[in-house]
T-cell receptor
Framework: DAKTTQPPSMDCAEGRAANLPCNHSTISGNEYVYWYRQIHSQGPQYIIHGLKNNETNEMASLIITEDRKSSTLILPHATLRDTAVYYCIVRLEDSWGKLQFGAGTQVVVTP | GAVVSQHPSWVICKSGTSVKIECRSLDFQATTMFWYRQFPKQSLMLMATSNEGSKATYEQGVEKDKFLINHASLTLSTLTVTSAHPEDSSFYIC????????????????FGPGTRLTVL
């Protein structure tokens, strides 16, 4: 099963872009990269996912390297409400679609 | 769309009692539901996976007789913590998924808001 490595914490100034890195060097060809975040004492919230192409939605952009061994989640204009733990997850290759959460990155957005 | 609810949002019970937590998909039919547990300052840990009408599949180390899962319909799954003890105090989170077509991953997961269980 592909595992991910993320920095434990990151600070970001309000209004600036937040770039969250994730390494997944053992990812296999048909595994997707998913990003979720968890605000304190709430359930995780889906952000974005991708296979090989860069993706963008109303919340964030996902940049996946050509070799797919790493990716970056970009929050273009961080707000205080973006303070959360961000999880980069590689979808397990089985029919259940289980998500295995790692430690994630604690992002703190400061005024 | 894709809203998942949990009830109750928090519960306090005495040691030795059983507690039932409900997970509902409000606006879609969930082919699969998942149950997670999260201790303070730790990540989510997957406990079990369940499909409607069949027995749940438990992760290694999770006692199936202690954590009873019933997935009676495509919109409801329940987790019963039997004979709860203080070490079962935790944040329990469910998620529900459905098949979303070829463009997406095989299925998408949407999470409930969680249930805080405190066993005295």
């Amino acid at each position: 099963d592909a595992k991910t490595t993320q920095p434990p914490s990151m600070d970001c100034a309000e209004g600036r872009a937040a770039n969250l890195p994730c390494n997944h060097s053992t990812i296999s060809g048909n595994e997707y990269v998913y990003w979720y975040r968890q605000i304190h004492s709430q359930g995780p919230q889906y952000i974005i996912h991708g296979l090989k192409n860069n993706e963008t939605n109303e919340m964030a952009s996902l940049i996946i390297t050509e070799d797919r061994k790493s990716s970056t989640l970009i929050l273009p204009h961080a707000t205080l409400r973006d303070t959360a733990v961000y999880y980069c997850i590689v979808r397990l290759e089985d029919s259940w679609g289980k998500l295995q959460f790692g430690a994630g990155t604690q992002v703190v957005v400061t005024p | 769309g894709a809203v998942v609810s949990q009830h109750p949002s928090w519960v306090i019970c005495k040691s030795g009692t059983s507690v039932k937590i409900e997970c509902r998909s409000l606006d879609f039919q969930a082919t699969t539901m998942f149950w997670y547990r999260q201790f303070p300052k730790q990540s989510l840990m997957l406990m079990a996976t369940s499909n409607e009408g069949s027995k749940a599949t438990y992760e290694q180390g999770v006692e199936k007789d202690k954590f009873l899962i019933n997935h009676a319909s495509l919109t409801l799954s329940t987790l019963t913590v039997t004979s709860a003890h203080p070490e079962d105090s935790s944040f329990y989170i469910c998620s529900a998924s459905y098949l979303a077509g070829e463009h997406y991953g095989r299925n998408e997961q949407f999470f409930g808001p969680g249930t805080r269980l405190t066993v005295l």
